[in-house]
């Protein structure tokens, strides 16, 4: 096999093979690691990263430009699709300093975000990231999206928005002058008013588990959009959090939960660059959906100790309706031990439907893309193309009934979606829902909270008293229930 160093693009995805390695359905992710990372070392530095960058930034840069240039070889010679399925989903050996971690060649395909990130990231001084998926991919998934397809009214899971490009896109949503996306700006006006009474709230030794810690932009706003927009990302809002707690000497342990493996890595290198970790603040990853977090509960880890407190902001529970909810919420009373379990919620009660049409309105081409996304996404979970994007166009209302924004993929003109498993025709202009957005009230929260086996404690509040964060903890009914962890 040829040893001859030759320069590397720094464009990615134009990567063939130029070490000339032959691949099969055998060859292991590890041993082309082995293969590849000597050979790449000086030309990604050179031609990728500006500068002279760490040696950890360095070895973490290598190791995802392997991870693209791996996948695009094998593309070229037809074994992809073998990889997926198997190799790719073993954990992957990077360096003998650094951790096990076991992510698969499609999340490190968008090379320049990731690097991006990397740039940033020091991995031999970053705490660990704990990838909790199950071993089956993306198997309940593309369950999911099929049994969307084929309900009534039609339906794909939200989930789908959340990928790295979905993130993304979300963050530009955000931070875009034209929509006024109103409830990262209130949650932000809520903590910072109240951040030390939160604070106070959260006791010395507990566990902190963010629900969906978000994307860091790579791009830092500008002091005038900043004024403009008044909203910090998720990442910026839990630093807030964990700079309170410090400042009140407390210890505690924080993990950041997300789908995306960009995303995640983005916000600890935000996180662990404020907390070092020498600090009282200890900042972990753990790579997953929600339900692979309450998979992961039900285990009993060790990471987490109790007190647990559940940080659940962005008006994140209005993506579900009011019963799955309060479902949600008791599925973690059932796999938390309720003593000390709090969840400090961010609910969006507003009811000026100018003001919501105008923060989710797919009329706007940032809002639009953002939705658009989730069937490129909804393609990759089925591996090929059902949704062709040029059939369908983008819709939302603000439905009175349950008081939610609901937006909605729209048929362009009868079509017909074919996956491996079923076939399903969809006439011209049915829609299929994409994500919804509640708007509850005090009463409602305490409704869904109440249903779930919580009670709400008290509310910290905006100006005009629409948008809250509330803590709620187990009602006494759910303390005194047969918990299998009492």
Same mark, same amino acid.
């Given at each position: ?32 690691? =082995?293969?590849?990372?000597? +050979? ?40 992809? $699709? ?19 971690? +076991? ?11 990731? @690097? *991006? ?38 339906? %794909? ?5 959340? =990928?790295? &490009?979905?993130?993304?896109?979300? /963050? ?56 403009? !927009? ?5 990442? /910026? ?82 993506? @579900?309706?009011?019963? /799955? ?15 000390? %379990? &709090?969840?400090? *919620? ?10 919501? /049409? ?37 819709? $939302?209302?603000? =439905? ?11 048929? +362009? ?27 509850? !009230? ?16 008290? !509310? ?27």
């Amino acid at each position: 096999m040829s040893c001859q160093q030759r320069t590397i693009s720094p464009d990615l995805r134009q990567w063939t093979n130029p070490f000339n390695i032959i691949v099969d359905e055998r060859s292991r992710v590890a041993d082309l690691l =082995d293969i590849l990372y000597p +050979r790449l070392a000086e030309s990604i530095v050179t031609h990728v990263l500006p500068g002279k960058p760490s040696g950890g930034v360095r070895n973490i840069a290598i190791f995802a430009c392997c991870f693209v240039l791996i996948s695009n070889l094998l593309e070229d010679q037809g074994v992809l $699709g073998a990889f997926r399925s198997g190799a790719v989903a073993q954990k992957v050996k990077r360096t003998r300093k650094q951790k096990l971690l +076991r992510i698969s060649i499609d999340e490190l395909l968008n090379a320049e975000q990731t @690097l *991006i990130v990397m740039k940033s990231w020091d991995p031999l001084e970053t705490p660990s990231l704990n990838d909790i998926r199950p071993d089956t991919g993306n198997s309940d998934l593309r369950n999911e999206i099929l049994v969307g397809l084929n309900s009534k009214p039609k339906y %794909l899971p939200s989930m789908l928005l959340w =990928d790295n &490009q979905g993130l993304a896109r979300f /963050e530009a949503l955000r931070t875009t002058t034209s929509i006024d996306y109103y409830p990262s700006r209130k949650e932000t006006e809520v903590l910072k008013r109240n951040i030390a009474e939160i604070a106070r709230t959260i006791p010395t030794g507990a566990t902190l588990v963010e629900l969906g810690s978000g994307y860091v932009s790579p791009v830092k706003p500008t002091s005038e959009l900043r004024e403009l !927009t008044s909203s910090f990302s998720n990442t /910026e809002k839990t630093a807030l959090i964990l700079s309170a707690l410090q400042r009140q000497d407390k210890s505690v342990t924080y993990h950041a939960l997300d789908l995306s493996p960009v995303g995640l890595l983005s916000s600890l290198a935000v996180l662990t660059e404020t907390f070092p970790q020498s600090s009282r603040i200890g900042c972990h990853g753990l790579l997953g959906s929600y339900d692979d977090f309450l998979a992961w509960l039900a285990q009993k880890p060790k990471q987490l100790k109790s007190p647990v407190i559940i940080l659940w902001l962005g008006n994140s529970i209005g993506n @579900l309706d009011a019963s /799955e909810a309060s479902a949600f919420l008791a599925r973690f009373g059932s796999c938390i031990a309720t003593k000390g %379990l &709090q969840f400090i *919620i961010g609910v969006d009660g507003c009811r000026d439907q100018s003001q919501i /049409e105008r923060c989710y309105n797919p009329a706007n081409a940032v809002t639009r893309e953002f939705l658009m996304n989730g069937l490129d996404q909804a393609n990759k979970v089925l591996s090929q193309s059902v949704f062709s994007k040029q059939d369908w166009t983008c819709f $939302g209302f603000y =439905d009175t009934m349950d008081q939610s924004w609901k937006s909605y993929y729209v048929a +362009r003109s009868d079509l017909i979606l074919r996956s491996a498993e079923s076939t399903i025709k969809i006439g011209k202009g049915e829609r299929i829902l994409a994500i919804r957005s509640a708007k509850w !009230t005090q009463r409602e929260v305490e409704k869904v909270s109440s249903a779930g086996g919580f009670r709400v404690v008290k !509310t910290w509040k905006d100006d005009d008293t629409t948008y809250g964060n509330v803590p709620v903890e187990p009602s006494v009914a759910m303390r005194n229930a047969n918990h299998p962890l009492l």
